[in-house]
């Protein structure tokens, strides 16, 4: 292995996909992790009948295949939530939600390492600009796990980055004059920005803090646009604001379990299980909450959030997509107009317009001023919400990174700048 080479790689651990990135001259910034690609779905499933584990698009593909098991996605939701310092239900044993991270960013750790045909002992994570909104103390928390996890699983020298600086420092290699650029990265659990002057001359300077002119961000990503329109179109047809006898609506605990990535396997619990029973002797609407009897009984909630995960993605450039659900009831199937995911996000897409606004003004930076808004993170591609964002800077040049790419190129930048 050449001396020459870097030391040190850039992580982006993401709550949807993950992506490891190493400058070598001449090859691509983004190591291949799973069939050639440089994604690797942050996705583990235990296979219970063979009892073997799974990452990625394979986790994916032994799930949906029928495998019994435990599937668990946005794994990077855990951080700053109390469920962290929990654990869940695997083989008939207890696994800390801890470990269940290690296992995943180990994983990311050994597939790096095997491509780059060395080992990594420094990295450059990246962070939201908030892990948890308002609470400063949660949010160190959150950083702090993280870099204990990554120790745990090899690393010696651990520092962070905010993501959308990586996007940046990425973006920057592209350009051939000065530019004062808004960063848009909307991943699969927070919405970040960071508003920063960029250019070639820029670029050679150790030292960018002067460039930064200021970042925000909020907990609002892909996995809540998911939420939003599950719980709207889909969670009505298992009962959702359905009616007691009584003329009450129907508790909705179970089903917000069900529309959240890292929760849907409390649904599946002794507990949960006997309050639906509760709910389901003093219900008036019965074919729905027979629907999700089924669904729970078949521990099918993520086959179901994965149908309204590609229905949102459908939904970025049709008008209208079709859910066939013929595993809640045969011949099944429903129907969503764009209009419908607009109006059940709607309120998502103002508190990320608000966030934006705030910042400008924190900034004292004048909307004219600003040359480019550049989206990245795979959420950014929800239309209303791209829209939205580029109506606050209405004369600004709006560019389209690589989506899932960005973030962990740009720290791989970073990482080369600080372990040489």
């Not at 939904?315 to 969503?336: K, M, N, V, Y």
């Amino acid at each position: 292995m050449s001396p020459s080479l870097p030391r040190a790689c850039g992580i982006d651990f993401g709550t949807s996909n993950s992506t490891v990135g190493w400058l070598q001259p001449g090859m691509p910034t983004l190591l291949p992790l799973e069939d050639e690609k440089p994604t690797l779905p942050s996705a583990v499933f235990f296979n219970a009948d063979e009892e073997t584990t799974h990452f990625g698009r394979e986790a994916l593909l032994e799930y949906l295949e029928g495998y019994e098991g435990r599937l668990m996605r946005a794994l990077k939701s855990l951080l700053g939530s109390s469920l962290i310092d929990g654990s869940t239900e695997v083989g008939g044993r207890a696994l800390p939600f801890k470990d269940l991270l290690a296992s995943f960013i180990g994983e990311l750790k050994m597939r790096a390492e095997f491509q780059a045909g060395r080992r990594f002992e420094q990295a450059v994570f990246g962070r939201p600009v908030h892990f948890v909104d308002d609470n400063r103390a949660a949010d160190q928390r959150a950083q702090d796990t993280l870099e204990a996890i990554a120790r745990q699983v090899g690393f010696k020298d651990v520092s962070f980055q905010f993501e959308p600086i990586g996007a940046a420092l990425h973006y920057e290699a592209s350009l051939s004059s000065e530019e004062l650029v808004l960063i848009a990265d909307i991943g699969g659990g927070t919405a970040d920005f960071s508003l920063v002057r960029l250019s070639p001359e820029r670029a050679k300077h150790a030292d960018r803090a002067g460039d930064l002119l200021g970042n925000a961000g909020l907990h609002v990503g892909g996995t809540d646009f998911d939420r939003a329109l599950s719980l709207e179109c889909v969670m009505p047809l298992l009962g959702y604001k359905g009616l007691m006898k009584s003329g009450a609506e129907i508790p909705s605990s179970l089903f917000f379990q069900l529309a959240t990535w890292h929760t849907i396997n409390s649904a599946y619990t002794r507990q949960a299980f006997a309050d639906f029973q509760n709910i389901y002797r003093d219900a008036a609407a019965r074919r729905e909450l027979d629907r999700l009897a089924r669904l729970i009984g078949q521990r099918e909630g993520h086959w179901l959030a994965l149908q309204v995960e590609q229905a949102k993605i459908d939904l970025s450039t049709e008008a209208c997509t079709r859910l066939h659900l013929d595993r809640l009831e045969p011949g099944l199937f429903h129907d969503i107009a764009f209009d419908a995911f607009a109006l059940a996000t709607r309120s998502l897409v103002e508190r990320v317009a608000a966030t934006v606004s705030a910042l400008l003004d924190q900034a004292g930076v004048v909307r004219e001023q600003v040359d480019t808004v550049y989206f990245t993170g795979g959420a950014s591609g929800v239309p209303q919400l791209r829209a939205r964002i580029a109506a606050e800077l209405p004369q600004a040049r709006n560019v389209e990174g690589d989506l899932f790419g960005s973030i962990g190129a740009g720290l791989a930048v970073e990482a080369a700048r600080r372990y040489g």
